[in-house]
Nanobody
Framework: VQLQASGGGLVQAGGSLRLSCAASGRSFRSYTMAWFRQAPGKEREFVAR????????FYADSVKGRFTISRDNAKNTGYLQMNSLKPEDTAVYYC???????????WGQGTQVTVSS
């Protein structure tokens, strides 16, 4: 499975962006999918995850109520809708899939999100 993240950009604080994660291969639809982010000088951190069928989601406290993770298995694509963006949301965002034994097996290349104050 190959993952391609897109949709990042520059936005003012309070604005919105929607990230997409396009996957190759039908097996994507059977995998848990997640978004992570890494800000300059910081470790990569978990943002949100969604179960294979979209029935279960989980968010980091820092984004709860502002971000929404979703997926369309017919399109082999996952999404992260980001609203009420804050400067501290500035980071490179990565999508990941297939959670096995405590780690994600597949990773996308990352897309830059920059929120100006």
């Amino acid at each position: 499975v190959q993952l391609q993240a897109s949709g990042g950009g520059l936005v003012q604080a309070g604005g919105s962006l929607r990230l997409s994660c396009a996957a190759s291969g039908r097996s994507f639809r059977s995998y848990t999918m997640a978004w992570f982010r890494q800000a300059p000088g910081k470790e990569r951190e978990f943002v949100a995850r969604i179960s294979w069928n979209g029935g279960s989601t989980f968010y980091a406290d820092s984004v709860k109520g502002r971000f929404t993770i979703s997926r369309d298995n017919a399109k082999n694509t996952g999404y992260l809708q980001m609203n009420s963006l804050k400067p501290e949301d500035t980071a490179v965002y990565y999508c990941a899939a297939q959670y096995i034994e405590g780690k994600y097996h597949y990773w996308g290349q990352g897309t830059q999100v920059t929120v100006s104050s």
